[in-house]
């Protein structure tokens, strides 16, 4: 043990020069533990058994070619509108002939499931198997 004889009077009021950790590590820990449960809790699950798939993600063409069905169940092909008869020949001046080229489907909102599966069939029959649907991102539904 030491004991100090001497009472010097600069000595008491000096000043420390070191930072007090303990109240900073108290409260990284205890952010550390909200968001360790609230990360669990910010995302949304819905409990689907998906397929598993050994494709590789594809890029988008540089000139996709557009099919749209309007609301009113009118087609049209980038921006021409066609026929539903005369969707195979505008498919093919549109494609080049390449029925193995991606379509991009684009369907309104209002039209029913009924009538898209409609169009993909004429699709099949035309020949383009490959279809992509297309919808937005980040729409408000309300």
């Given at each position: 043990?030491?004991?100090?004889?001497?009472?010097?009077?600069?000595?008491?009021?000096?000043?420390?020069?070191?930072?007090?950790?303990?109240?900073?590590?108290?409260?990284i820990l205890v952010l550390?533990?909200?968001?360790?449960?609230?990360?669990?809790?910010?995302?949304?699950?819905?409990?689907?058994?998906?397929?598993?798939?050994?494709?590789?993600?594809?890029?988008?063409?540089?000139?996709?070619?557009?099919?749209?069905?309007?609301?009113?169940?009118?087609?049209?092909?980038?921006?021409?509108?066609?026929?539903?008869?005369?969707?195979?020949?505008?498919?093919?001046?549109?494609?080049?002939?390449?029925?193995?080229?991606?379509?991009?489907?684009?369907?309104?909102?209002?039209?029913?499931?009924?009538?898209?599966?409609?169009?993909?069939?004429?699709?099949?029959?035309?020949?383009?198997?490959?279809?992509?649907?297309?919808?937005?991102?980040?729409?408000?539904?309300?």
């Open positions: 043990m030491a004991i100090r004889l001497t009472h010097d009077t600069d000595d008491d009021f000096a000043e420390t020069h070191e930072i007090n950790v303990t109240p900073f590590i108290d409260v550390l533990i909200i968001f360790m449960i609230a990360a669990p809790l910010a995302t949304v699950d819905v409990p689907v058994d998906l397929p598993s798939s050994t494709a590789e993600p594809r890029q988008r063409p540089d000139k996709p070619v557009f099919l749209t069905l309007k609301a009113d169940l009118s087609l049209s092909v980038e921006d021409t509108t066609v026929a539903r008869d005369a969707l195979a020949s505008a498919l093919d001046a549109a494609t080049r002939g390449n029925r193995d080229e991606r379509i991009f489907l684009r369907a309104d909102r209002a039209v029913s499931y009924g009538n898209v599966m409609d169009l993909m069939n004429a699709l099949r029959g035309a020949g383009y198997l490959k279809v992509a649907l297309v919808g937005m991102k980040n729409r408000d539904t309300r």
